[in-house]
């Protein structure tokens, strides 16, 4: 799926979509200030062998996904807020997602995909009357996988 070309493309066109969340079941759409958190990492089990001098031997240790944090401007959009509201009531909802990069067109060139999702944190704006920023909102979401689409193995 990735579409390759020699230029990089840009970090500030790209798009959110979460399955699930909202009223009717379908996909939360939205366009985001910020997206961070596509990491995955396989942190090394180091240990010895007894019959063995001072060298350290390292073996692959548990696959570990990053949490996704997503910042917007506040829109009275409450299906993030009604999100985290069901995990406190008792009721954890995972769902699927992914992060879209758009090119310059807003065509689709490349998608991570996260999986067994659930929003973990959901932080309201900051109010100061003595600013002119936008009020902003954060999303934090735990996953249990990270896959780009159109890779191998």
Not at 55 to 77: A, E, M, Q, S, Y
Request: aromatic letters at 8%; hydrophobic letters at 35%; charged letters at 25%.
């Amino acid at each position: 799926m990735p579409v390759y070309r020699d230029d990089p493309y840009a970090g500030y066109n790209f798009e959110v979509v979460v399955t699930g969340i909202s009223d009717d079941g379908k996909a939360v759409k939205g366009s985001f200030a910020e997206a961070s958190g596509l990491e995955a990492a396989m942190d090394p089990i180091e240990y010895r062998n007894g019959s063995e001098d001072i060298t350290v031997r390292k073996l692959p240790g548990l696959k570990k996904f990053t949490n996704i944090t997503l910042k917007r401007g506040v829109t009275g959009d409450l299906a993030f807020w009604n999100w985290i509201v069901q995990g406190m009531n008792g009721t954890i909802l995972r769902t699927e997602g992914s992060i879209l990069l758009l090119n310059e067109a807003k065509q689709e060139v490349m998608r991570w995909n996260f999986k067994r999702a659930w929003i973990t944190k959901c932080t309201q704006p900051s109010m100061n009357a003595k600013n002119n920023e936008v009020a902003m909102e954060t999303v934090e979401i735990c996953h249990e996988g990270l896959s780009v689409d159109g890779q191998t193995g």
